[in-house]
């Protein structure tokens, strides 16, 4: 089961360049890929690993979107299966998901606080992270979008981290990999 679930999330992987715009530009990168969440345990490692089955249930699946240019990005998530009406944080992490929930590091900063870890205002806030924060529906579906006038310096953003609580910080209930790229 969890190796079909693997397989999907690879055969839902998708980049190419070109279609769609974002800020009325067209870009020139767009990258598309879900999984379904699994415990650290499984038989295979998840690529969507979940810290905490209550709140992001083994089988509730993910989606995220990377599409934009230079200077123009947006990243949208989409979830189902969440525990309804739930506040959940998201946010682009630094590095790829573990077994371990500190594994994804930081959140990923555009303009890097010097300081680690990171908790200076300046820097740990929308504008300079990537926050996705979302409720999920009575259906347990939840969607949201960060858009910015920049884009992710390579190999500095590796995953998606759902946090307990919405805002810039909380305990880490699950963890998404996540194929970014530089636009530019």
Known sequence: M??????????????????????GAAPCYEMRVGARFAPPTAFVSPSAITYDTKL??????????????PG????????????PGRA?????????CGADPAAAGGHYQHR????????????????NEVWLDFTAGRDGWGT???????????????????????GGAGDRVACFTVPFAPLG
């Open 56 to 69: 992001v249930p083994a089988g509730s699946s993910i989606e995220v979107e990377q599409r934009g240019g």
């Open 72 to 83: 123009d990005m947006a990243v949208t998530v989409r979830v189902k299966g969440m525990d």
């Open 88 to 96: 959940y944080g998201a946010h682009v992490h630094q590095k790829p």
């Open 2 to 23: 969890v190796a079909g679930m693997l397989a999907g999330a690879v055969a839902t992987a998708v980049l190419a360049a070109g279609g769609g715009a974002v800020g």
């Open 112 to 127: 890097e606080d010097p300081v680690r870890p990171s908790e200076d205002p300046a820097y740990v806030n929308a504008e």
């Open 144 to 166: 949201a979008t960060a858009r910015h006038g920049w884009e992710f310096r390579p190999g500095g953003a590796g995953s998606v981290v759902l946090h307990r609580e919405q």
